[in-house]
T-cell receptor
Framework: DAGVIQSPRHEVTEMGQEVTLRCKPISGHNSLFWYRQTMMRGLELLIYFNNNVPIDDSGMPEDRFSAKMPNASFSTLKIQPSEPRDSAVYFC????????????????FGPGTRLTVT | SQQGEEDPQALSIQEGENATMNCSYK?????LQWYRQNSGRGLVHLIL?????REKHSGRLRVTLDTSKKSSSLLITASRAADTASYFC?????????????FGEGTQLTVNP
């Protein structure tokens, strides 16, 4: 398997522009997570999905952020409009969760998208 | 304080020495995991220990978990220059059925050749 795939790897955009980050999880995984990493705040969970359904989006900073998972093999994280404080590395991770209440399995991270908003 | 705090924040050792990193947490957990992150890369899962386990080994890695003290340690034996990376502990909480993980701020390990 190719692992978790993220695109683009680098994105530079101007303030006010829409940014869309993409993620393809590992085939067969049923949980998907979006994280943001900065020096100041560390690694933060933004939102996660189980079986394509958003479970917890309490980490999404503002209404400017939205995430979708239309099917098991694709997810997007959109920022509209973008601001300089959104500059960070955004990671997507996936895992396989057997059943509700089961022990969590390890998460597999993508290489990340480095976003710079000027 | 945050769930999953690593200690120390930075550690510098010589190749061949052992490296020990600690993690403390505050709430009840059902598992604790350690991840490694090389500069500019995504996190890589190293080892998972369940709340009913006390010690686990994987190659040169040894993880301990003390739920009474809400702490864990990661020991890397016979370190190599390639072990240079940031190491994060992550906790899965019981009330969320373990789906989400809360990551600490990490320990930056430097192994000097």
């Amino acid at each position: 398997d190719a692992g978790v795939i993220q695109s683009p790897r680098h994105e530079v955009t101007e303030m006010g522009q829409e940014v869309t980050l993409r993620c393809k999880p590992i085939s067969g995984h049923n949980s998907l997570f979006w994280y943001r990493q900065t020096m100041m705040r560390g690694l933060e969970l933004l939102i996660y999905f189980n079986n394509n359904v958003p479970i917890d989006d309490s980490g999404m900073p503002e209404d400017r952020f939205s995430a979708k998972m239309p099917n098991a093999s694709f997810s997007t994280l959109k920022i509209q409009p973008s601001e300089p404080r959104d500059s960070a590395v955004y990671f997507c991770a996936s895992s396989f969760r057997v059943r509700l209440g089961a022990w969590v399995n390890e998460q597999y991270f993508g290489p990340g998208t480095r976003l710079t908003v000027t | 304080s945050q769930q999953g705090e690593e200690d120390p924040q930075a550690l510098s050792i010589q190749e061949g020495e052992n490296a020990t990193m600690n993690c403390s947490y505050k709430t009840s957990i059902n598992n604790l995991q350690w991840y490694r992150q090389n500069s500019g890369r995504g996190l890589v899962h190293l080892i998972l220990i369940r709340s009913n386990e006390r010690e686990k080994h994987s190659g040169r890695l040894r993880v301990t978990l003390d739920t009474s003290k809400k702490s864990s340690s990661l020991l890397i034996t016979a370190s190599r220059a390639a072990d240079t990376a940031s190491y994060f502990c992550a906790t899965g909480r019981k009330e969320t059925s373990g789906s989400r993980l809360t990551f600490g701020e990490g320990t930056q390990l430097t192994v000097n050749p």
